[in-house]
């Protein structure tokens, strides 16, 4: 009786790779009945916040009770605030105090109305100066008495007058603008700046020492005129 030949090594090897092959196509088949995976989508992140835009930069003529005398239809001073001016910071406050031929108008009211004609007053610029230095103050020029025969500093001539008038400015005239009424007691610094006739000006205000120690600068072009003994005292902190 003749016996099956024996199975050899070849035909092993090819049954072991048909049964790996027939095992790989299942599961192949398997992982293609599957539903792919989810893909997960990152949120978007947050936008940033818009930054504010800071506030423009303002300029208004006042009519005062406390300004150095009644002039009509012309503002007894005028205020301006550079661009970006925080009102809820300590205040600082820049005087302008023109000379004789000058006025509040022309050295701070550029663009704003003439009272004489209505046109745009063409000014000398000292606004537009001030907010090239970036600083967060006010920039106020008083009107002086220029009308032949009255005494140029008019009230200002008495003590307590010029810190009267700083206390109209704030507490009542920009009360809206500076988030309420405010005082000298808001006020972290004074700078007096001086021309001409204005030196005089200064010298009187320094004299009378009605600020509570707050001007710390002095600005004089041709405009000492004979104080040079009350500047020295200031400087030295007062005698």
Not at 17 to 27: P, R, T, Y
Not at 71 to 91: K, N, Q, Y
Not at 136 to 150: D, K, M
């Given at each position: 009786?003749?016996?099956?030949?024996?199975?050899?090594?070849?035909?092993?090897?090819?049954?072991?790779?048909?049964?790996?092959?027939?095992?790989?196509?299942?599961?192949?088949?398997?992982?293609?009945?599957?539903?792919?995976?989810?893909?997960?989508?990152?949120?978007?992140?947050?936008?940033?916040?818009?930054?504010?835009?800071?506030?423009?930069?303002?300029?208004?003529?006042?009519?005062?009770?406390?300004?150095?005398?009644?002039?009509?239809?012309?503002?007894?001073?005028?205020?301006?605030?550079?661009?970006?001016f925080d009102a809820s910071a300590p205040l600082h406050l820049v005087f302008v105090l023109h000379g004789a031929g000058?006025?509040?108008?022309?050295?701070?009211?550029?663009?704003?109305?003439?009272?004489?004609?209505?046109?745009?007053?063409?000014g000398w610029g000292g606004e537009v100066r001030h907010d090239m230095v970036g600083s967060n103050s006010l920039f106020?020029?008083?009107?002086?008495?220029?009308?032949?025969?009255?005494?140029?500093?008019?009230?200002?001539?008495?003590?307590?007058?010029?810190?009267?008038?700083?206390?109209?400015?704030?507490?009542?005239?920009?009360?809206?603008?500076?988030g309420g009424p405010r005082s000298l007691r808001d006020v972290a610094s004074v700078t007096l700046i001086g021309s001409?006739?204005?030196?005089?000006?200064?010298?009187?205000?320094?004299?009378?020492?009605?600020?509570?120690?707050?001007?710390?600068?002095?600005?004089?072009?041709?405009?000492?005129?004979?104080?040079?003994?009350?500047?020295?005292?200031?400087?030295?902190?007062?005698?």
């Amino acid at each position: 009786m003749r016996s099956l030949p024996r199975r050899t090594n070849l035909g092993r090897a090819v049954f072991v790779l048909l049964v790996a092959w027939s095992f790989g196509c299942a599961k192949s088949r398997r992982a293609e009945a599957r539903p792919p995976a989810a893909v997960r989508v990152p949120s978007p992140a947050p936008a940033s916040p818009v930054p504010p835009r800071p506030p423009e930069a303002w300029t208004e003529a006042l009519e005062l009770e406390h300004g150095v005398a009644d002039f009509g239809r012309f503002p007894e001073a005028v205020v301006h605030a550079p661009r970006g001016f925080d009102a809820s910071a300590p205040l600082h406050l820049v005087f302008v105090l023109h000379g004789a031929g000058g006025s509040a108008l022309l050295w701070a009211g550029n663009r704003l109305p003439d009272p004489n004609t209505g046109e745009p007053v063409i000014g000398w610029g000292g606004e537009v100066r001030h907010d090239m230095v970036g600083s967060n103050s006010l920039f106020i020029a008083p009107q002086f008495e220029i009308r032949g025969g009255r005494r140029y500093l008019g009230r200002f001539a008495n003590r307590g007058a010029f810190r009267a008038f700083i206390d109209e400015v704030l507490g009542d005239k920009l009360a809206r603008r500076l988030g309420g009424p405010r005082s000298l007691r808001d006020v972290a610094s004074v700078t007096l700046i001086g021309s001409s006739a204005g030196g005089p000006a200064i010298a009187n205000l320094i004299n009378q020492d009605d600020l509570d120690g707050r001007v710390q600068n002095v600005v004089l072009f041709d405009a000492i005129y004979g104080s040079e003994s009350i500047y020295a005292r200031w400087l030295r902190g007062g005698d």
